[in-house]
């Protein structure tokens, strides 16, 4: 199936990124979200991206201004109906998600393929629900969506080849890898790197290190990027809870039980990056650990 057309549910930190990379790839893109606030800071955020890649020779400010011309935003989810294909990027929580595939099917296209960027959601249980479980995939790109090269192509019990190989093909025109995982909670990605973070946050709450100390170790001792706990606070500490809490339930293993840290951090409205708190303080000119 040829793509032409691609909405975007959900302006967030992801759903942005996704629009960005989309219309850099010639796609033209509709961007919903219920908010005309976050629609304009996701547009403007794009805009500074773009500028950014333009600066450093990575695009050319002619292509910057062909990919802007390319998105559409709209308050208005049924307007996404008549796109190719449509992801889906809201909050980790089945719920929403559930409520934004509802309000689409009566208005999709008979040919429109459906997907949601969860990170760790069952993708046969949300095609269940919809009229086109075949037609139906998970497209999990990794955060920040213009700089990391993996997608996670997830296959439903009932997702077909043909939805799958058209799939692969907008990875692919991309410039992405894509790597296929099986629905199984929180697939590969988010299976092996959430423990390792609810692990860092144990180590913290038993005392063993404090945060710069976790941090630490892992850059220079494991050679990571970024530490365990400054990672979590960029993905955002309510996301992580919410995929523990999936792994949790969905493989009913307590090696997988989320640290009472990371829900107390949670509970007090810390989460990360996103909220000025989280393991660090970001209210002051540089992170400030708060443990």
Not at 32 to 49: F, G, M, P, Q, T
Not at 78 to 93: N, Q, V
Request: charged share 25%; aromatic share 6%; hydrophobic share 40%.
């Amino acid at each position: 199936m040829d793509i032409r057309t691609v909405g975007v549910v959900g302006a967030g930190q992801m759903g942005n990124g996704i629009a960005h990379v989309m219309a850099i790839a010639g796609y033209d893109v509709l961007l919903n979200d219920v908010s005309a606030e976050a629609l304009e800071k996701a547009v403007a955020l794009i805009r500074k991206n773009l500028e950014r890649q333009v600066s450093r020779d990575k695009i050319t400010a002619d292509a910057m201004e062909a990919a802007l011309a390319r998105i559409t935003t709209t308050q208005d989810l049924p307007t996404l109906g008549k796109a190719d294909l449509i992801i889906e990027s809201a909050t980790e929580r089945e719920d929403i998600k559930q409520k934004i595939f509802d309000a689409l099917l009566p208005h999709l296209a008979p040919h429109t393929i459906l997907t949601s960027n969860t990170s760790s959601i069952s993708i046969t249980r949300l095609a269940s629900r919809t009229d086109r479980p075949e037609r139906f995939m998970g497209f999990h790109f990794m955060n920040p969506v213009p700089v990391m090269q993996l997608v996670e192509l997830i296959r439903g019990i009932a997702t077909d080849k043909p939805t799958f190989d058209t799939c692969l093909g907008v990875v692919e025109k991309l410039g992405k890898t894509a790597a296929s995982a099986e629905d199984f909670p929180a697939f590969i990605v988010n299976r092996i790197l959430m423990p390792m973070i609810n692990e860092a946050v144990y180590t913290l709450y038993e005392g063993v290190g404090n945060v710069r100390s976790i941090d630490e170790s892992l850059k220079l001792g494991a050679n990571h990027p970024m530490g365990p706990l400054a990672l979590a606070d960029f993905i955002g500490l309510d996301t992580c809870l919410a995929i523990m809490n999936v792994l949790h339930d969905g493989l009913a293993d307590t090696k997988y039980r989320p640290c009472p840290l990371l829900t107390k951090y949670v509970e007090a409205g810390w989460l990360g990056r996103k909220s000025g708190r989280g393991f660090y303080d970001y209210r002051g000119e540089e992170p400030v650990p708060t443990r």
